[in-house]
């Protein structure tokens, strides 16, 4: 069907894509329409026509879809990360369900899976305890603060993201106001001139600190003493402010190198009941309460015992594995970071936890080296990044022959990948936990469970 461009059509919209759009059939072929939901009715503009499907934007939403609602934020649509905030959440978390169940389906070829509802955490909105902000200027010249419209980086001002709590917002406006009533100037990338490049604020969920820290292109910060006092009195909350330095032309957010304005440079928080410091480069889950639901699916489906020893591979801060060591004999974590192998170890000695040992290498590399050495953990705990697993690492898995494999994947199309890779192995996924750690969002995590074919231990 070739020629579509520009074709205005009707359309029905019967599904949701793993990206966020709407789907529907144009005379067979595929249309990809953002912002729209199951059950919608809308006249489509096509702007792109492909082979085999096309992309199309909402010409008129004739008749709306039963979970299709009024957007509740003003930059909904330019700055496109809460991909589904037209959605009413039930058809949103029905989505994700599908799309777990869709990956390890399509791309793992397990047809018969149990794929378990969603698990969501008590709140979709305001639930995020770190926060990036571009800052710029508005249509008037002052200084604001938002989120890049999507493939750009054109700001789009929000001074209310309802995915952060208010009052990381709050800070953010003040910061702004600061940087304007003192002159101070913004970065401009084009240029590779000016100073201040984000706001980034991290609060701790369960002890309420606040950690503000300005990224910059140099390394000191205009009456950086009067900007520590206002903001500390201002916001009691505040307990550290940090300058971090990025003095590169690049697109990364933040630089290597970190220097406290105000306090100790971090703040202190808990996860699962493990203490942890964040730093503006410490990893961390963004969601706290839904990530101690999809830690406690973890350790649920890890069924350690008293004399098990744990690998856990890629273990950051050491959270998941920690959360767990009061049920086996030994821990072990490898993690490349050198920051959070620091901090995994001490968590470890806050938590007066002594069965744990942490060590700082590629997940592939160690886990070879520790098959070769005669490790046998009776449960190892995968937690790659988004890419997933590398081959020598599901080898390595293969070749210390535990009796369980917990995958905890923030991709559920690696998680498949991999999870295939295993079961030609003999490692079999036995069921798929899906967790919605980013509501509004197109993102969906899962927790897979994996055990040698034919074992009773299965379940």
């Known amino acids: 069907m070739p020629g579509l461009k520009n074709t205005l059509a009707p359309l029905s919209i019967d599904s949701l894509s793993s990206d966020g759009s709407g789907v529907g059939r144009l005379d067979g072929k595929a249309v990809f329409v953002p912002g729209t939901a199951p059950g919608d009715e809308i006249t489509v503009r096509i702007v792109k026509d492909l082979d085999r499907y096309a992309f199309g934007i909402v010409e008129e939403l004739r008749v709306p879809g039963a979970g299709h609602i009024q957007p509740d934020c003003p930059a909904y649509r330019p700055c496109g990360g809460c991909c589904f905030r037209h959605l009413d959440y039930s058809v949103e978390a029905r989505a994700k369900e599908g799309f777990a169940a869709d990956a390890f389906r399509r791309l793992g070829g397990f047809a018969d899976l149990p794929v378990l509802p969603l698990l969501a955490g008590p709140l979709t909105d305001r639930y995020r305890n770190k926060v990036q902000f571009p800052v710029g200027y508005d249509r008037d010249g002052n200084v604001t603060f938002g989120f890049y419209a999507g493939r750009s980086h054109r700001l789009v001002p929000c001074r209310d993201c309802l995915l952060q709590p208010k009052p990381l917002n709050d800070i953010a406006a003040a910061v702004c106001d600061f940087l304007q009533k003192h002159h101070i100037p913004l970065y401009r990338e084009d240029a590779h001139q000016g100073l201040v490049r984000h706001i980034f604020l991290r609060q701790g969920w369960h002890s309420g600190q606040v950690l503000l820290c300005l990224v910059v292109n140099g390394r000191s910060l205009p009456r950086g003493d009067r900007f520590c006092a206002e903001m500390v009195t201002r916001f009691p909350q505040i307990q550290t402010i940090v300058l971090n330095v990025n003095t590169r032309k690049t697109n990364v957010i933040t630089g290597e190198k970190c220097i406290p304005l105000f306090g100790p440079g971090f703040i202190e928080d808990t996860l699962c009941g493990v203490p942890v410091k964040l730093g503006p480069l410490s990893f961390y889950q963004v969601n706290t309460p839904a990530a101690e639901l999809l830690y406690g699916v973890a350790r649920e489906f890890a069924a350690l015992r008293p004399e098990d020893t744990l690998l856990d591979l890629y273990c950051g801060m050491g959270t998941i594995g920690l959360s767990m ?39 592939g590399r160690a886990a070879t080296r520790l098959a070769e050495e005669g490790l046998a953990p009776q449960v190892i705990c995968l937690d790659p990044p988004r890419k997933g697993c590398d081959e020598a690492t599901l080898n390595a898995v293969l070749a210390m022959a535990p009796r369980r494999v917990v995958m905890v994947s923030c991709n559920v199309a690696t998680a498949a990948r991999d999870c295939r890779f295993l079961a030609d192995r003999g490692y079999l996924p036995v069921k798929v936990q899906p967790v919605d750690l980013f509501p509004r969002t197109k993102h969906v995590e899962c927790v897979v469970l994996l055990c040698r074919a034919g074992d009773r231990d299965a379940g």
């Open 325 to 363: 060591a009061v049920d086996c004999r030994a821990l072990v974590g490898v993690e490349i970071v050198p920051e959070a192998v620091e901090s995994a170890r001490a968590n470890a000695a806050a938590m007066g936890v002594e069965n744990a040992r942490f060590f700082c290498a590629d997940a």
